[in-house]
């Protein structure tokens, strides 16, 4: 399965190849088909295993456990603890609700962390993509997509007010680096650094725990 951004790339590309095959030569083609076979790798979906255990929190993307830790939350004003999760390189992917519960906000602007970034040096970045989920159990989660690119994108697919749904799919992101979820203090962090983690469905903590 391709997610849908992927869909129009590649088209494009398998017709490309098949013109190009007919117009100029059979090895023009081999070259839009290599670079099409990349596009679907790059593209492709993945439809996480739901798991159904209360209070806990999964990993919105697929990649390797970098930081763990005591950090401040500047979206929600609070001590929080953060499990940092970087992708792997290009850092394109959908992306995955962390927890069950209600959209409450989207921040896209630099400001916030502009003002708390001589608190954590982690908060630097050229683009920053930050949604905060309030749970079922009342608990704020919040994730926050990074990226070293200026010219790092992301899609949201939902909106403050609607519904999200653990392990579903909530947007896509392109030339991203890393995603950091923040959890309230008192949570259990159930990963370790250097622990590869599955988009969707890794548990990597349980709140309150």
Known sequence: ????????????LAVGG??????IHPSV???????????????RSRKPQRNDLPLVVVSPVGGTVCALGETYDPWCKRDALRVSVRLPFPGIGELFSPA????????????????ASSLDAWLESPTRYTLGITTDGGDEVVYTVASTRRHSRLKFD???????KRGARSGFAYFAATV???VPPGSRLDVSDGEVVA???????????
């Open 158 to 164: 939902q909106a403050p007010g609607e519904r999200a």
């Open 18 to 23: 098949m013109l190009g095959a007919y117009a």
């Open 100 to 115: 069950d519960g209600r959209i409450e906000g989207f921040w896209t602007d630099l400001a916030t962390q502009r003002e």
């Open 180 to 182: 950091d979820v923040l």
């Open 29 to 43: 083609a081999l070259v839009f088909w290599g670079v099409g076979a990349v596009a679907w790798m790059l593209f």
């Open 199 to 209: 988009p969707g469905q890794t548990i990597v903590t349980l709140v309150h725990g």
């Open 1 to 12: 399965m391709l997610a849908k951004e992927g869909r129009a790339p590649v088209l494009v």
